[in-house]
């Protein structure tokens, strides 16, 4: 068996995801059995030695994270899933990921935190880890699916990006999203795009540093690449105290993200030039916004949306047009507000914006919530 | 039940329909409730979590008191009637089927009763093919188990009958 033949299939978002990978390369799984993201090791592990690739069961995350970072080194594409208390005994080697621009997805299927808390129940209060979870001047790539279609598509997307800028890229799902099963499209493997890595020419010695994103080798391929999380410089050699290279380090590491904002931070938008009320939303939460637009319209109030397909580079310039537009944002949230605050401050006092936060016993806000909510936020006017 | 859904959803989206099936169950590991909800639709589907539905299958006493004020008015309620003993005064349609019982009695195990009610369902809405459910059951189970969860689905279309039309 090789990679997921094109058709439609009735899949689970766990497995999409699983399917994505493997057709966009990954041939490493490395990961420690959690709920609810146990379905993405399960199927990995079911599909990956099909295909000559290695799925491992770690003793713990923080092993798994180190193993598929070593992966990454070895030449392999590598993937790890867990959630929430998973996720944050990864944070340090995120961090070492990012330091040593290692190429690498990290999934996070959200639970409801913090702790063990509900742990088969839905929640979106990993959006800041997945921001600020680990130490130091970091920019996360932090990719946010809604559908099943979308555990598909933006899996490939979180491997390029990977791969077309050496670093860490989490692929921030939720238990309803991964454990929901739709109808999927699965394209040709010929229409997929697939990016790898820039690979060394001989003789090249600089693999942190002298271009924006440098060339990667592996070990053994005779290159005697030296990889620190300490500061180092473009050559890997350790510089611990010069404040000039760890400047230069640290701050193209930034600059390779923050950069390619355009680029990487991709959204779904609708009438944002045209509508009285916006919503920004992201991951499960952003499914009821379909439901409402219309019910919205009849009772004569236009709405528009910005759905974040990636949160992190946060895409300031879209949520700026949206509150030039639009007199309130609504932003319903599954945590207790944190893009609320990001939008806030994209939004620079152009429009009112509004928090709308449910948490606990992974009860999605409804259609008919938001509903009302928006028709409520319409009728009062603004403040 | 929650394998019953995905096999409803499979059929449907072989039928090319858009269909959506969500789960929900306890952190234990066994013995909890456990819910399986599919919605089948001809339109793309936004929310995926039913708030009300129009059939309700409810396959224990406590299943059933749970989820019945989800089930719309004049909805069918297709109960199993091994495991729920009070059937409850509900503006519904409501069918019964033994399907515990059929299970245990027919196939030798209790893990069968998921197939006969989704037999029994299906005789009562058609709401998927048979050429597509099957596929869908053959698709889904190991050969070695796959004829026997088929006949135990098609045991269960003889099973329903109609316990109170409102």
């Known amino acids: 068996m090789g990679t997921l033949k094109s058709g439609i299939y009735f899949l689970q978002g766990s497995e999409a995801c699983a399917e994505a990978a493997i057709m966009v390369g990954c041939r490493f799984f490395a990961g420690y059995p959690i709920t609810p993201a146990t379905e993405i090791a399960e199927h990995m592990a079911k599909r990956l030695p099909q295909i000559g690739g290695i799925a491992i069961q770690m003793e713990d995350e923080i092993a798994s994270i180190g193993a598929v970072i070593g992966a990454s080194w070895a030449g392999a594409k ?33 639970r409801a935190g913090p702790s063990t808390g509900q742990a088969t129940k839905c929640g979106q209060g990993d959006v800041m880890q997945s921001r600020w979870g ?75 540093g002298l271009e924006e994103v ?84 009849t009772k004569g109030v236009k709405v528009g949306y910005v759905r974040l397909k990636t949160l992190w580079p946060f895409p300031d310039e879209i949520i700026k047009k949206l509150a030039e ?52 936020e319409a009728k009062k006017g603004n403040d | 039940m929650v394998l019953a859904g995905q096999i409803l959803g499979k059929a449907a989206a072989y039928n090319g329909k858009n269909v959506v099936q969500t789960q929900s169950y306890g952190a234990e590991a066994r013995g909890t409730t456990a819910k399986s909800e599919v919605i089948i639709s001809e339109d ?48 519904a349609k409501i069918y019964t089927a033994p399907a515990t019982e059929i299970a245990e009695k027919s196939f030798g195990q209790k893990i069968y009763a998921n197939m006969v009610v989704l037999g029994a369902l299906n005789k009562l809405t058609k709401v998927v093919s048979e050429e597509a459910i099957e596929k869908a059951i053959k698709d889904i189970f190991p050969e070695i188990v796959a004829l026997t969860n088929l006949q135990a689905y098609k045991k269960g279309k003889g099973t329903v009958k109609l316990y109170r039309k409102n």
């Open chain 2, 44 to 91: 793309k589907i936004g929310f995926p979590i039913v708030r009300k539905c129009d059939i309700l299958i409810a396959m224990s006493q406590e299943a059933l008191e749970k989820n019945i004020e989800d089930l719309k008015e004049g909805g069918t309620l297709l109960i199993d009637t091994s495991m729920v003993k009070n059937i409850p005064k509900a503006n």
């Open chain 1, 214 to 297: 440098p060339p990667m080798p592996s070990v053994g391929e005779g290159f005697n690449v030296a990889v620190t999380g300490s500061t180092h410089n473009e050559y890997g050699i350790r510089f611990t105290a010069d404040p000039l290279v760890h400047r230069k380090l640290v701050e193209r590491l930034n600059g390779k993200i923050q950069n390619h904002i355009g680029e990487i931070a991709d959204v779904e938008s609708y009438k944002i030039d045209d509508c009285q009320i916006g919503i920004v939303s992201y991951g499960c939460t952003s499914r009821a916004i379909y439901d409402v637009i219309e019910a919205a319209e």
């Open chain 1, 134 to 208: 680990t130490h130091g001047d970091y920019s996360a790539v932090v990719l946010s699916p809604n559908s099943v279609q979308e555990m598909f598509d933006l899996t490939v997307r979180a491997f390029n990006l990977a791969e077309k800028y050496r670093t860490p890229v989490v692929l921030l799902s939720d238990e309803v999203t991964a454990h929901m099963r739709e109808r999927v499209v699965i394209p040709p493997i010929k229409k997929v795009e697939i990016i790898n890595r820039k690979k060394p020419k001989r003789g090249d010695k600089a693999f942190f």
């Open chain 1, 78 to 110: 590598g993937m790890t899933a867990t959630s929430g208390p998973g996720f944050s005994l990864m944070q340090e080697s995120i961090g070492y990921a990012f330091m040593t621009e290692t190429p690498c997805v990290i999934v996070d299927v959200q």
């Open chain 1, 325 to 376: 537009t639009a007199n309130k944002i609504i932003v319903p949230e599954m945590n207790l507000r944190q893009i609320f605050y990001e939008v806030k401050r994209a939004a620079e006092g152009q429009a009112q914006v509004i928090p709308m936060n449910k948490i606990g016993g992974g009860e999605l806000i409804t259609p008919e919530e938001l509903l009302d909510k928006i028709l409520e």
